[in-house]
């Protein structure tokens, strides 16, 4: 069983800065992808961040330039760094990853629950 908690979500005003983090136990044998998603009220769930274990990054251009993840991988954690947010950042956000666990080393997709990040102007 593996599961993914999220920490680091909360208030700030527009132009702050939040750091969130998901950490990923249980049965581990690797990790492939991890990334960052968020779902805004009324709108589909999007991409934000994505993170390969080959070092490869990408980011929406939404974000680019204003937020940065980063991955620790002898802890099996994600980081997403915001910086200069804007108040249609404010949304849940979802940590994903796809991660090879049990004894037969599958390969699954795993969510986070999920932390709300709300910017106000």
């Known amino acids: 069983q593996v599961q993914l908690v999220e920490s680091g979500g909360g208030l700030v005003q527009a132009g702050g800065s939040l750091r969130l983090s998901c950490a990923a136990s249980?049965?581990?044998?690797?990790?492939?992808?991890m990334d960052w998603y968020r779902q805004a009220p009324g709108k589909q769930r999007e991409l934000v961040a994505a993170s390969t274990s080959g070092g490869t990054i990408t980011y929406a251009d939404s974000v680019k330039g204003r937020f940065t993840i980063s991955r620790d991988n002898a802890k099996n954690t994600v980081y997403l760094q915001m910086n200069s947010l804007k108040p249609e950042d404010t949304a849940v956000y979802y940590c994903?990853?796809?991660?090879?666990?049990?004894?037969?080393?599958?390969?699954?997709?795993?969510w986070g629950q999920g932390t709300q990040v709300t910017v106000s102007s």
């Open positions: 249980g049965s581990i044998f690797s990790i492939n992808y």
């Open positions: 994903n990853a796809h991660i090879y666990s049990g004894s037969f080393k599958s390969l699954n997709d795993y």
